[in-house]
């Protein structure tokens, strides 16, 4: 009886914290909605987002040029994503059922602080699942009261940021969720809700780039640090539902022009690469006739195919350099894009302003306890955080000492190289690991306590962590996970 009181006291304790902590963001996001005069907004891009969604409302669909754009010949919205207005038209048509007065201007005027909510929920969830209560409260008040993720998902600022960042989220929590599954049948549906979402951030932003870089970013780890592919075909499930259909339901992604010139090329080819060079060596150490050769380097290969595929991306995107004056890529540094205040290069003094000092604070902490715990083992990884660290945070500087040419080229390829940084950081630790005595203690920190049954997972690659941590919560999980997994 004891046990189950201090079960439902622990959920129900889960949610109150996460009530609350919903209320608290919604209810930020919310304040200035009684200064904003009627039929208004706080962003300028709102107003094009909400005449579109009246325009779908009031025909179904919008027309095929925007004659109100690029006079005489208007511009063409084949080239152009629109999923934000269609999901506003139709979620008033939804919602227009259960409340009769709800008004267009209502919906759009609340939808940011409500994805905003939607993505919170769900990575609080996720990581509360996975990590804690602790590590999940703890992210979720920071995500939450962090000046910077307020401005942009504030009621009446009803550009798409807080859309993509729902879409985002979620595209990447249920593609890490399908890592965590091991049966057959919640592994397909995890896997096809992922690609479906991916699907749809593709139709909503053309820099949705950013989200599925995560995830190819975590496949591109389990690639290094693994010597056989086991979840090959769920990813090329993945990639199915989303590069097929993306191609042949946006022109966008077909014939790309202006804003749109590169949007295959970063958007749907990455995937497609990584799948690529995954079964050329799955090929090479078990079908080639010197399959027998290869399979002890396999990881050696596996860098050797990594490398080979990122310098076609270097030789694509220096080809392509001229063509960036008129896009949207975040090497363009033409007279338009520098206009545009979001798209300038950020201080220090504005990240502090935005989000405190929390992210530079991380870096430095991280640094300082991988040299700590690894030693000089772990500067292959450290060295690419530093120079990123200076990068980011410290643009202006750099700029004037390079007069502006040095820093975008630098951050660029250092955002290629800290992931195969960490994936040889990783990879030095799991072969020390192995050649260690069996009988010898785990290092200090990992998990001592771990089941034997536990054991059996790869801990230094991310599905296998990330299947660890199921197993061990799966004895006490919350009635919420219960019906979903």
């Not at 199915?240 to 966008?252: E, H, I």
Request: net charge positive.
């Amino acid at each position: 009886m004891k046990r189950i009181s201090a079960y439902m006291l622990k959920h129900i304790g889960v949610w109150l914290l996460f009530i609350i902590l919903l209320c608290v963001a919604f209810w930020i996001r919310v304040q200035g909605v009684d200064t904003i005069p009627d039929n208004q907004f706080t962003s300028n891009d709102a107003y094009l987002y909400y005449w579109q969604a009246q325009i779908i409302s009031e025909h179904g669909h919008l027309p095929a040029r925007d004659m109100h754009r690029w006079f005489p010949l208007g511009r063409d919205l084949g080239q152009t994503l629109n999923l934000y207005s269609y999901a506003l038209a139709y979620a008033h048509k939804a919602l227009v059922l259960l409340f009769p007065n709800l008004s267009l201007y209502q919906v759009t005027l609340y939808a940011p602080a409500v994805c905003f909510c939607i993505g919170l929920t769900a990575l609080y969830f996720f990581l509360y699942h996975t990590f804690g209560l602790l590590f999940a409260s703890t992210v979720g008040i920071l995500i939450a009261t962090l000046p910077g993720t307020i401005e942009r998902s504030a009621a009446g600022f009803c550009d798409r940021d807080s859309w993509c960042f729902m879409i985002g989220l979620l595209a990447v929590l249920t593609y890490l969720v399908s890592l965590q599954r091991r049966h057959l049948h919640k592994r397909l549906l995890w896997t096809l809700t992922s690609g479906f979402i991916v699907f749809l951030g593709g139709l909503s932003w053309e820099g949705f780039g950013v989200f599925l870089g995560i995830i190819l970013f975590i496949e591109l780890w389990c690639f290094l640090s693994s010597e056989t592919e086991t979840d090959l075909w769920y990813y090329l499930l993945w990639i199915f539902t989303f590069v097929p259909t993306l191609f042949l339901l946006s022109p966008a992604y077909r014939h790309g022009e202006g804003f749109a010139t590169h949007l295959f090329a970063f958007m749907l080819m990455p995937p497609v690469v990584l799948f690529s060079i995954r079964y050329l060596r799955q090929l090479l150490i078990t079908k080639a006739p010197w399959a027998g050769c290869l399979r002890p380097h396999a990881r050696k290969l596996s860098l050797l195919l990594t490398l080979l595929s990122l310098t076609g991306g270097f030789l694509y995107v220096w080809g392509q350099s001229e063509t960036f004056a008129l896009s949207t890529v975040p090497l363009s540094e033409n007279r338009l894009m520098q206009s545009v205040g979001e798209l300038k290069d950020p201080e220090y003094r504005q990240w502090v302003f935005r989000y405190g000092s929390v992210f530079f604070l991380g870096c430095i902490g991280f640094m300082v306890g991988s040299i700590h715990r690894w030693g000089a083992k772990s500067l292959v990884f450290v060295l690419p955080l530093a120079l990123f660290t200076m990068t980011t945070f410290f643009r202006e500087r750099i700029q004037e000492w390079s007069e502006g040419s040095l820093d975008n080229t630098l951050l660029f390829f250092l955002l290629q190289g800290l992931p195969l940084g960490y994936c040889s950081w990783h990879g030095g630790k799991r072969k020390q690991r192995k050649t260690s005595r069996p009988g010898s203690p785990p290092p200090h920190g990992f998990s001592s306590g771990l089941h034997s049954h536990e054991m059996q997972y790869d801990t230094t690659s991310l599905s296998g962590y990330l299947s660890l941590s199921s197993q061990r919560l799966s004895s006490n999980s919350s009635p919420i996970f219960c019906a979903h997994t």
